[in-house]
């Protein structure tokens, strides 16, 4: 027995690894990062704290000793064998294995325009210091893309005093994965806080003085950063034959066309049960992906059925969304303490629930309708919208009526 490799030491590789013990997995566990550093959280990096970028460890090298696990920093896998069992490393050495987990996550979106390559990203420890080492009061800075990353930075940058400016070529921002009411209600938080918006308008270059839209206009900039969005990291397993497409894709417990190896995270394209796949981004996917992967390689057959869930922090403001809100859903609103929220009703069952309020204010609400989403319960729309009906109590009821049909 070859053990376990894991190819990629984010939130998701990372989190296997330690799950691959406490499921009772006792083969070796190699644990291979592309970053010289210990695993580290990708969220703080968006938010220094007294002006120094964070970086909070997944953890300590002491607990990887502990459990077993080899961790390979600064090294990245060149090439798979699937049939043989084996990995090739940027150093050359050849990893076999019994197992392999791909948590390569995601890289990002690059910019074509001419001068693109003036643009910083933001998705590694040293992407955030390249951007926030250079921030001081009065710095013109243009982020390219309206979503949540590129707001979320374009409220830290304004914490800073830099003049800032966010290009978006659809004609509002947040149109993507935010419910449009809360959309609404950051964008016009940005614009109160000067945050100044060029939308329906695409890049066409980046020079030294800034960039130019597709309107002819320039925007004055001492930085720009590209926000554009993240593509999966499918690179490895494309040329060892998997199937991809949006992400590696694998079927309900997280299995890709080649048996013995399995994706989890950003990279992965997760088989649904009415049909099709689902690539989902978010730190908590990420953890409850490579959960069931490592339950999985170390003999179980779960299939992973976890509600999407992802917060935003932009100023004051906390924005959590569960379950996929869409368009055709019925919509409720409900008043709460310090925001609003809105539930998401498909033929009468609740599916999806969000709220934005300040701080984390809201953050039992969800987490409350993320249970009632759970439970497949169909709550009175008259009590979802009333504040006044604890969402505790709808919750006891939906169990008792699941209980009483069994």
């Not at 390559?117 to 893309?145: K, N, P």
Request: proline share 5%.
């Amino acid at each position: 027995m070859d053990g376990i490799v894991i190819i990629g030491a984010g939130e998701c590789g990372t989190r296997a690894a330690f799950t691959l013990r406490e499921a009772g997995y006792s083969g070796s566990v190699t644990l291979v990062g592309s970053e010289p550093h210990l695993p580290y959280e990708r969220p703080p990096l968006s938010k220094p704290m007294n002006g120094a970028v964070q970086m909070k460890l997944i953890c300590a090298a002491e607990a990887l000793e502990a459990a077993g696990i080899d961790y390979l920093a600064g090294l990245s896998a060149s090439k798979l064998n699937a049939d043989a069992g084996t990995v090739t490393l940027s150093d050359g050495r050849v990893l076999r294995f019994e197992k392999l987990l791909l948590a390569t996550g995601a890289r990002p979106r690059r910019l074509t325009c001419a001068g693109a390559e003036l643009a910083l990203d933001l998705r590694t420890h040293a992407d955030a210091e390249a951007i926030f080492s250079s921030v001081a009061a009065g710095l013109r800075v243009a982020v390219i893309g309206g979503g949540l990353i590129g707001m979320e930075l374009a409220s830290v940058l304004r914490g800073k005093d830099a003049a800032v400016n966010v290009i978006e070529a659809a004609p509002k921002p947040l149109g993507r994965a935010v419910p449009q009411r809360f959309a609404e209600k950051l964008h016009a938080r940005h614009v109160a806080e000067g945050v100044r918006f060029h939308l329906d308008r695409g890049v066409v270059a980046i020079g030294d003085e800034g960039v130019t839209l597709t309107d002819g206009s320039m925007v004055p900039a001492d930085l720009v950063v590209s926000a554009i969005g993240v593509l999966p990291e499918t690179t490895l397993a494309e040329a060892a034959g998997l199937a991809t497409g949006n992400g590696i894709q694998t079927d309900a417990c997280l299995r890709t066309s080649a048996p013995n190896v399995f994706a989890a995270g950003d990279c992965a394209a997760v088989a649904q049960p009415g049909g099709g796949l689902i690539r989902y981004e978010s730190w908590r996917n990420a953890r409850t992906q490579a959960e069931t992967a490592a339950r999985n390689m170390a003999g179980a057959a779960e299939t992973f059925t976890a509600i999407p869930w992802f917060w935003s922090d932009q100023y004051d403001l906390g924005l959590q969304v569960a379950g996929l809100p869409k368009p055709a859903h019925q919509r409720v609103l409900r008043s709460a303490a310090g925001g609003e929220l809105e539930f998401y009703l498909d033929d009468g069952r609740l599916v999806a629930a969000a709220g934005l309020g300040i701080g984390n204010s809201l953050a039992k609400e969800i987490k409350l309708a993320e249970m009632l989403i759970a439970a497949a319960a169909s709550p009175d729309p008259a009590a979802l919208t009333d504040p006044g009906v604890n969402l505790k109590t709808l919750l006891k009821s939906a169990r008792a009526e699941t209980f009483t049909c069994r």
